[in-house]
Each structure stands twice: as C-alpha cells, then as structure tokens.
C-alpha cells in the first residue's frame, strides 16, 4: 500500500480504509508542519494545523474526489488554517507584543519580514504624530543614534528633559503600534500565506 498513488490511496479513504489514511498522513504530514510552520513561525501552530487537516480529511472523507490532488487540498487547507489561526490571532495582546517586541529589539526573523516592513511604517506614522520637539528628541536618539547628553547640549535643554521625552514618545509610538498593528500584520500574513 505504501507504493499506492495518491488517487487510489483517496478512493480507499473514501470507503473508510484507515490504513490507506495513514499511508497519506505518512506521506504528507512532515511536508505540511514544514509549511505551516514557514507560514506562522510557531511550531504549536504547525502541530495543530496539521492535526486539523488531517482529522477534518478523515470526517469528510466520503466527499474526496480521487481525481483531484489530495496534496493541492491538504495544502490549500493548511494555508485555510493558518489565515484563519492569524484573523483571531491578530486580536490577541500576547500576538501583538511577541511581534512588537521582535521588531522593537530589531530580532525578527526573515519569515517575519513582512510585519517589519509593515511595523516600521506604522512606527514612522507614529513618530510623525509626536509634538515637534519630542519627535526631533526622539529621532536623534533612536534614528541618528544620540546619547541624552549629546541630544540635551545640543538642544541646549536638561537631560532630565531629554529623558521625559523619550519616555513619552516611546510610550506613545509603543501603544500606537499596539492599536495598529494587528491591521498592518494581518494584511502581511495573508500576503505572505498567498504568496507561499
């Protein structure tokens, strides 16, 4: 049975043969977590994307086509998972800061590259909404790379009101990406889920 191709391994599955199941599962489950987890970045995620296909193909098996490629529909389903997981997901607070957090302390992977780009917009947004004087502070701290001193002497303004507003700023960007960001990282989800 292990040599069965694909159709003929559907047609057994649809008269219930769960030994033929097992041959697809088999044959097809490493490549799907490997999928699902390029997609997501979470093997939890992969785990139960692929649990999930495969326990959804076996109660709907008396409706599979063998004519049609089983690995196109557990693929496509996989990828049904994973923007469905990313629309809830998105919504979630923990979601939103590990994101916040990887971009903040520049450690995002290239899987996650998309939300960077995406992040970084939404930042400069933010910057652009600061008063004057914090987004000038602000940008000659975190952008040009000034220490406070530096900022404060050349301002000609106390380091104790350089520290204020940087503290200030920070928040204020950190809770705008908060409320805007799970848009911005949906949209590269499903962008990167479509193009993969």
């Known amino acids: 049975m292990l040599e069965a191709t694909d159709e003929a391994l559907c047609g057994q599955v649809r008269l219930g043969d769960a030994a033929a199941f097992n041959v697809l599962y088999d044959r097809y489950r490493h490549q799907l977590y490997g999928y699902v987890l390029k997609l997501c970045g979470s093997q939890d995620v992969a785990l139960d994307a692929v649990q999930e296909v495969f326990m959804h193909l076996w109660l709907r098996a008396e409706a599979l ?16 998972y994973v923007l469905d997981y990313l629309k809830k997901a998105v919504h979630q607070q923990a979601f939103r800061q590990y994101f916040m957090h990887a971009f903040e302390e520049g450690t995002a992977s290239s ?60 928040r204020f960007v950190r809770v705008y990406l908060l409320r805007n960001a799970d848009i911005a990282m949906l949209l590269a989800a499903v962008y990167a889920a479509q193009q993969g």
Do not use: C, W
């Open 111 to 170: 899987d996650h590259l998309l939300y960077s780009k995406q992040l970084e917009t939404l930042k400069h947004n933010a910057v652009s909404r600061l008063p004057a004087q914090r987004q000038l502070i602000y940008t000659m701290s975190k952008v040009d790379g000034y220490s406070n001193k530096e900022i404060a002497d050349r301002l000609g303004i106390s380091i104790n009101t350089v520290r204020d507003q940087l503290v200030k700023a920070s």
């Open 65 to 80: 086509d063998p004519a049609r490629s089983i690995k196109s529909y557990l693929f496509r389903s996989a990828r049904n």
